[in-house]
């Protein structure tokens, strides 16, 4: 067999087959004589027709079986040997039924297939990432500690017989409702009145109150209000009514060894010291994500990497169906959805193209580094991840067996330590110095 393999644009390749005719004739006869034994033709005793009239007889039939033979061997063939990755589905020139297979000839046929692409690794010290050391300040831990002051606040009731004023604290319970349908309810519960979390509304009808007095407000949902933009209950119709338990004022705890002991710390400067390391550790993940955030845009924009147009445009034509069969599905219009369907094609475009060559690439590290997850090591990311979520590693594992999301966990640790790898051989970035004029 040969094979001559012509590069096309937009990542196709053009595979011209050549099958010899002895792989013909060898083929044809097997099958001519797999027939004359197996069929009975009038005059003649089973097997023993002559063979130019089993020929004759079922040509167009051994034709069209030893094509769907040959060709698709053929093609596996020369794609293994020439060491090609095939994307999607193959297009065979000319057709299996403009085909026809002559004795002692033999025949070409051409294979038009998207390829993935060869793809030449970079240095990877051509990427740059922010390498610079993690640094956590005394004064962040002690804001860290007054947050967790504030979170164990005790709200003590006031001895004095008296009505609301600006800045106090009260426990009140409450019943709300939302577009006229009772929703979440609290027996009691204790509320800074100078919270910005607290609706104005609640605030303004709390301000001269006595403890036991009721009364009952609407919300204002328009973005008239201090609301964040795109919130959820802009437009809705709520309505509270409440009951002032008591009048509060805060008693923070001290930070000392007591309040450490309490929550299960030896002493203070223990526990300041554990939430440092605490802090610490979250940094440096964050500088991690950062980091691993840097290393994908980089490839995404530096490695080049094409990826076939008609993968593409398959991938954007399936999801903009699946989008409005979706939407069909909710009963809503793309607007009420609030997705642009002018701009959802180029940002389908890029979005797939940015994964495929994430992937590619990171196949190609994985490959060249020799970098893989063994089956040790995946039981034991596995563990680990349970006992973190505080679930049975077994029984989890089970879960992701029963999913089939096995080798896609396997996949994502495999790229974790493909990161890790990409992080530590890359340069660090150079910092932005201003010096003064």
Avoid at 307 to 327: C, D, F, G, K, W
């Amino acid at each position: 067999m040969k094979v001559a393999v012509e590069k096309l644009d937009k990542g196709r390749v053009k595979l011209n087959i050549e099958i010899p005719a002895e792989e013909v004739k060898q083929e044809l006869d097997q099958q001519y004589q797999k027939i004359r034994k197996s069929v009975a033709i009038p005059g003649f005793r089973k097997g023993k027709a002559p063979l130019n009239m089993v020929k004759a007889r079922f040509s167009g039939y051994v034709q069209a079986d030893v094509l769907q033979k040959l060709i698709p061997t053929a093609y596996d063939n020369a794609i293994r040997d020439e060491e090609l990755t095939p994307l999607g589905e193959v297009d065979i020139q000319p057709p299996y039924d403009q085909l026809e297979l002559v004795e002692d000839q033999g025949f070409t046929f051409s294979a038009l297939v998207n390829v993935k692409p060869e793809i030449l690794l970079p240095d990877y010290s051509d990427f740059q990432i922010d390498k610079s050391s993690v640094n956590v300040s005394k004064e962040d831990v002690d804001q860290r500690m007054k947050q967790l002051q504030e979170i164990h606040t005790d709200y003590i009731p006031i001895e004095e017989e008296r009505t609301v004023r600006e800045g106090d604290c009260v426990n009140m319970s409450w019943q709300s409702f939302l577009d006229g349908e009772q929703g979440e309810s609290e027996a009691a519960a204790d509320i800074d009145i100078g919270s910005s979390n607290i609706f104005p509304e609640i605030k303004e009808a709390l301000i001269d109150m006595q403890p036991g007095e009721a009364k009952a407000v609407d919300i204002d949902t328009s973005q008239s209000q201090e609301r964040q933009p795109d919130d959820p209950l802009e437009g809705r119709e709520i309505h509270i009514e409440f009951t002032l338990n008591t009048i509060t004022q805060k008693q923070l705890p001290e930070l000392d060894d007591e309040f450490a002991r309490d929550l299960d710390h030896e002493n203070y400067d223990q526990f300041y010291a554990t939430i440092w390391n605490e802090m610490v550790e979250e940094e440096k993940n964050e500088q991690y994500r950062r980091q691993q955030a840097e290393i994908r845009q980089q490839v995404v924009e530096k490695v080049e990497i094409e990826v076939p147009e008609s993968l593409i445009e398959r991938y954007v034509q399936e999801s903009l169906t699946n989008i409005h069969a979706q939407l069909e599905q909710e009963g809503r219009t793309a607007e009420e959805a609030e997705i642009d369907l002018e701009e959802m094609p180029n940002q389908l475009h890029q979005s797939f193209v940015a994964d495929t060559k994430s992937t590619w690439f990171f196949d190609e590290v994985s490959a060249r580094e020799e970098i893989e997850m063994t089956d040790d090591e995946l039981d034991i990311e596995i563990r680990r991840i349970a006992e973190r979520q505080d679930r049975d590693p077994q029984k989890y594992a089970s879960l992701l067996k029963a999913s089939n999301r096995v080798e896609e966990f396997r996949r994502q640790m495999r790229d974790e330590k493909i990161y890790r790898y990409l992080i530590e051989h890359a340069s660090e970035k150079e910092s932005l110095i201003i010096t003064p004029s």
